[in-house]
T-cell receptor, first 112, second 114 residues
Framework: NAGVTQTPKFRILKIGQSMTLQCTQD?????MYWYRQDPGMGLKLIYY???????DKGEVPNGYNVSRSTTEDFPLRLELAAPSQTSVYFC???????????FGDGTRLSIL | GQQLNQSPQSMFIQEGEDVSMNCTSS?????WLWYKQDPGEGPVLLIA?????ELTSNGRLTAQFGITRKDSFLNISASIPSDVGIYFC??????????????FGKGTKLSVKP
């Protein structure tokens, strides 16, 4: 059972570089989410999507972009990487609003 | 924005001990969730609570949705070494700007007593 799959698991970027964090789920969930987790903190919502073609900002969207062209995929893009974006990024999905979210194993991103 | 206060921040356990942690908020939530995160992995759902006053068990874990809808607790009975990790509470509302989204506490880190 794959569930939510994130790639890559680790990445080091230089300041100003761009990259896309991939997330795919095979549970046919409509809702998908991107969070960042900083040391000693809970998860902060970056962006979410309620279905293909629909995305919305979360609590900390600045510096990020998302797209949702299919139900399965929800990539997160960093256009101009900054040291403040060093974090662990988690993707999650849920079948509907208010239902428990299922998480991937995260992408550990360092920007130097 | 809405915030959850989770306590304690960290605690040390000895095998066999009971463990208790809780989350409080100034806002009302419609759903409370408890997750566990092991090193290098994503959070895994332990218990979901949907009604005020609800008490739900999952093996040695028991969680309750507070009557006021502003708090929840998680108890672990007879702890074992594999219980170590970080436990997160999360609340979800049906109103306001964060409608339907989860708000996470900062976590309770369980470690083994040296």
């Amino acid at each position: 059972n794959a569930g939510v799959t994130q790639t890559p698991k680790f990445r080091i970027l230089k300041i100003g570089q761009s990259m896309t964090l991939q997330c795919t789920q095979d549970m046919n969930h409509n809702y998908m989410y991107w969070y960042r987790q900083d040391p000693g903190m809970g998860l902060k919502l970056i962006y979410y999507s309620v279905g293909a073609g629909i995305t919305d900002k979360g609590e900390v969207p600045n510096g990020y972009n998302v797209s949702r062209s299919t139900t399965e995929d929800f990539p997160l893009r960093l256009e101009l990487a900054a040291p403040s974006q060093t974090s662990v990024y988690f993707c999650a999905s849920s079948p509907a609003r208010g239902q428990p979210q299922h998480f991937g194993d995260g992408t550990r991103l360092s920007i130097l | 924005g809405q915030q959850l206060n989770q306590s304690p921040q960290s605690m040390f356990i000895q095998e066999g001990e009971d463990v208790s942690m809780n989350c409080t908020s100034s806002s009302i939530f419609n759903t409370w969730l408890w997750y566990k995160q092991d090193p290098g992995e994503g959070p895994v759902l332990l218990i979901a609570l949907y009604k005020a006053g609800e008490l739900t068990s999952n093996g040695r874990l028991t969680a309750q949705f507070g009557i006021t809808r502003k708090d929840s607790f998680l108890n672990i009975s007879a702890s074992i070494p594999s219980d170590v990790g970080i436990y997160f509470c999360a609340g979800q509302t049906n109103y306001g700007g964060s409608q339907g989204n989860l708000i996470f506490g900062k976590g309770t880190k369980l470690s083994v007593k040296p």
